[in-house]
């Protein structure tokens, strides 16, 4: 299963990029969704806030890159 992210615009007109994660799934039917923040400031829980869609999505790129185990 690939991993899902979502990138939504918050109440300051930022993007924020998080993980999606589903409960409760199974192979016949979708569980609940739950957001966990995905690039955040370092050693911290607080999600990092970018000024356009087109940054977010390029760091975004840029993170699951970096994540990526290469062989």
């Known amino acids: 299963m690939k991993p899902e992210f979502r990138i939504k ?3 300051n007109g930022k993007f924020e990029v ?3 994660e589903s409960v409760g799934s199974s192979f ?3 569980g ?3 957001l966990k923040p ?3 400031y370092s050693g911290s ?3 990092f806030e970018f000024s356009s869609m087109e940054v977010a999505l390029g760091e975004l ?3 699951v ?3 990526t185990e290469r062989t």
Do not use: A, P
């Open 9 to 11: 615009e918050n109440e």
């Open 18 to 20: 998080y993980y999606v």
């Open 28 to 30: 016949f039917f979708k």
């Open 32 to 34: 609940k969704e739950v």
């Open 38 to 40: 995905y690039i955040t």
């Open 45 to 47: 829980d607080r999600i």
């Open 61 to 63: 790129k840029h993170e």
């Open 65 to 67: 890159f970096m994540n």
